[in-house]
């Protein structure tokens, strides 16, 4: 009796699927089975979609945002934009969710990840050189580190905040407040969130 | 102030990746972040895999397993295979775990899914018609009913069970043993596991 397995094609694509973040190897055999399940159309026009992006976009050299061939960055485009604020993101798709508060009329830099030694993502691996460049040409007065509060979201404002603070004294360095969430009961929260919560108490 | 989006080819990429199972808004960001940040190489192979299954694998026309173009279902070839006992499963992913326990030699017969009325998946989306035309042909004595054990396998479970019993009143009808899974304790498992286990519970 022969054995049984995949054949090559499926194989192949079940292998490049697993490489997907959050995709393990069961959800990657279930896309694989949805995709040949469908006629072809889709699976071209995914294929599509990913070699356009992959041959159109790239992260903007200033900024680090999504930029688009012939376009250009539209963030850096914007003339509008407050110059002398920056927030500082971990990734292009963290701007999106902060223009929706419309609370903000500032530039962004996106480092493209945080520090992860676990995972082997150090500073050199981050888009800081960039960004420290952005600030010492001239006219940012503001940085929000607008990472995440997770422990390598701490690690990565820590580390920004102690390397900008030793080469620019004027600047102001800030960070997201943290505490409760909206809508969010106390008996829900954590007792980090409930320290933060209290730690970063304001006076009303 | 212009509004800031994703470039469009970006935004066509979330919005196929979105439609994959298992893959949600954040999901789908979260990997179109992944695929831009990698070279091209990467995209441009996974297209590659993709766009090569889908002209390639098709369902067999027999038993719905993969089949490749030009080489033909695997498992229908095999004229090792007891003919006589078909396991029907829902997916052709299913078919391998099945196979790894040796303990199987018959053929396989996948559904292609399972009856969720939620989902709009109704009898007749499935491949239940080449199911009993394999049986009316002849030599099948027994038909394992191989599907899960959630509410959605139970029913097609129950379904298919009725309409076979029905067309081929010879026919053995068997379904997969439920009850308590290797290595767990009585404490681990639920209510429904235990009764189950109980119910089917085997002389020593």
Redesign the interface.
């Known amino acids: 009796?022969?054995?049984?397995?995949?054949?090559?094609?499926?194989k192949?694509?079940i292998?490049?699927?697993k490489?997907?973040?959050?995709?393990g190897p069961k959800?990657a055999?279930?896309?694989?089975?949805?995709?040949?399940?469908k006629d072809?159309d889709?699976?071209?026009?995914?294929?599509?979609?990913?070699?356009?992006?992959?041959?159109?976009?790239?992260?903007c050299e200033v900024c680090g945002f999504?930029?688009?061939s012939g376009?250009g960055c539209?963030?850096c485009a914007?003339t509008?934009?407050d110059a002398a604020v920056i927030c500082v993101v971990e990734?292009?798709?963290d701007?999106?969710p902060l223009?929706r508060t419309g609370a903000f009329?500032g530039g962004y830099h996106c480092l493209?990840g945080r520090i992860a030694p676990l995972d082997d993502i150090t500073p050199e691996d981050l888009r800081i050189a960039s960004l420290v460049e952005r600030i010492a040409d001239g006219c940012v007065s503001e940085v929000i580190l607008g990472v995440g509060s997770d422990v390598e979201g701490e690690a990565t404002a820590n580390y920004l905040s102690d390397l900008l603070a030793g080469k620019f004294p004027d600047l102001e360095i800030t960070r997201l407040a943290q505490g409760l969430p909206a809508g969010g009961g106390l008996d829900n929260a954590d007792e980090l969130t409930l320290y933060r919560a209290l730690d970063g108490r304001r006076r009303l």
């Open positions: 009796m022969a054995k049984i397995d995949f054949p090559e094609e499926v192949l694509l292998a490049h699927l490489r997907l973040p959050g995709v959800s055999e279930r896309i694989a089975v949805w995709l040949i399940g072809g889709f699976s071209n026009d995914l294929a599509k979609a990913m070699m356009l992006s992959a041959e159109m976009i790239q992260a999504f930029e688009s376009i539209r963030l914007d509008q934009r990734q292009p798709t701007v999106l223009e009329k493209g």
